[in-house]
Every structure is written in C-alpha cells, then in structure tokens.
C-alpha cells in the first residue's frame, strides 16, 4: 500500500526565514509526486509534479526537489502569503494510466511578520 | 478556463437525511475524481471516472454512497442515510486524461452531519 509521510507537521518561521518541508513516499513503483497549497476552507492548489530523481523545479519563492525516497519543498525568504497548509501526493505506477493521489496528512507553514 | 467548480459549497444536514452534491470539471478534462478529506488529514480517494464511465471505487465508499457522471460532463455524488462520521469536506477534482496528468481541484463542499 502507498505511504506518504510529511514532517514537521506544522512549521512557524518568521518572514525571510528560509526552511523546508519533507515528504517521505513508498510506492511499488513512483508515476509522479505532487506538491498542492490549501489555505484553510478551500480545494488543493496545484504547485508542482516531479517525475523522476533528481528532477527539480521553482516558482517564486518555492522550490521542490525529489529522491528515489522523498522530496523536499524548500522555501526561501518565505512571505506572511505563504502560510498554508502545503500537501505532498503520489500517484503509483500500479494503477495503470490514470490513478488516484495518495496524500500525506500536510504540513501547517505559518509566516510571521 | 473557470476552473472545477463545486455546488452546494456547505450543506448542514439532519443525520437519517440524503444529500447530493456537484461537481463541473475543467471544460476539456474527461477524468472526474472524488476525494473526502476530514480535519487535519490529507484528501483520501473515493472515486473516479473516465468520461462517463465510474472505473475505480475506494473501500471508503459505502453502500450508502453514489456516484455518477451521465454524460460525461458534471458528477453528483449522493449519501444515502447521512451518519456525523460522514461529516467531511467532499473535493471533486478533474484532470486531462494523459499519461501523465495534473489533478485540478474545486473548493470543496463542506458536509455538517447534525
């Protein structure tokens, strides 16, 4: 069965405080790993899909990287805007062309001024 | 582009009661997932459709639950008999139907079970 695992489960850092958030993964064989924003009330945002180790990709202050074990979500001089709740997903191999997202429980960014 | 759009966005309802909530993809996207998330957790899969077609149910799905996409275009989902630990924010998302695809989510219904 897919796992998805993201620590720390809630992170507060002052404004311009770079940090990053994990997300540990097992799946028999990794389709894609997705990063989303959902700010509190609403749907998922679509960030990120990295396909492959080594793969890397940014926007704006974001930035997510990925192993053959986990991904991280780097987060540089982060902004008050930025707190969320930021939810790593996978989608396994297994389950043929379209699948399902297995998700992590989240990781809670609060941004203080 | 207007994005997945969602209907009721809240629903309070009485326990014994039935409630059926929409959901409209992206205009182009032939994939329609629903997923339930519950405070603090992650989204949890439900069930999905390939055009009209339901071709995936999670054992989170119950009897009491229904789902259908008619034409290939919106999807109601309905709970039959609402128990409180059907309580949750019901998420629809759509994708392209590729390979390799990017889930879209909608703002969420958000069910009160009384």
């Known amino acids: 069965e897919d796992q998805v695992t993201q620590s720390p489960e809630a992170l507060r850092l002052q404004e311009g405080e770079s940090s990053s958030l994990n997300c540990s993964y097992t799946?028999?064989?990794?389709?894609?790993l997705f990063w989303y924003r959902q700010d509190p009330g609403k749907g998922p945002e679509f960030l990120f899909t990295l396909y492959s180790a080594g793969e890397e990709k940014e926007k704006e202050r974001l930035k997510a990287t990925l192993t053959k074990k986990e991904s991280f979500l780097h987060i540089t001089a982060p902004k008050p805007e930025d707190s969320a709740t930021y939810l790593c997903a996978v989608q396994d191999l297994r389950t043929g062309t379209a699948s399902k997202l297995t998700f992590g429980t989240g990781t809670r960014l609060q941004v203080t001024l | 582009d207007t994005g997945v759009s969602q209907d009721p966005r809240h629903k309070i309802t009485k326990r014994g009661q039935n409630v059926t909530f929409r959901c409209d993809p992206i205009s182009e996207h032939n994939r329609l997932y629903w997923y339930r998330q519950t405070l603090g957790q992650g989204p949890e899969f439900l069930t999905y459709?390939?055009?009209?077609?339901?071709?995936?149910k999670s054992r989170l799905l119950s009897d009491r639950f229904s789902a259908e996409r008619p034409k290939g275009s919106f999807s109601t989902l309905e709970i039959q008999r609402t128990e409180q630990g059907d309580s949750a924010m019901y998420l629809c998302a759509s994708s392209l139907g590729t390979a390799q695809e990017t889930q879209y989510f909608g703002p969420g219904t958000r069910l009160l079970v009384l």
């Open positions: 459709f390939q055009n009209e077609a339901q071709l995936e």
């Open positions: 799946v028999s064989g990794l389709r894609g």
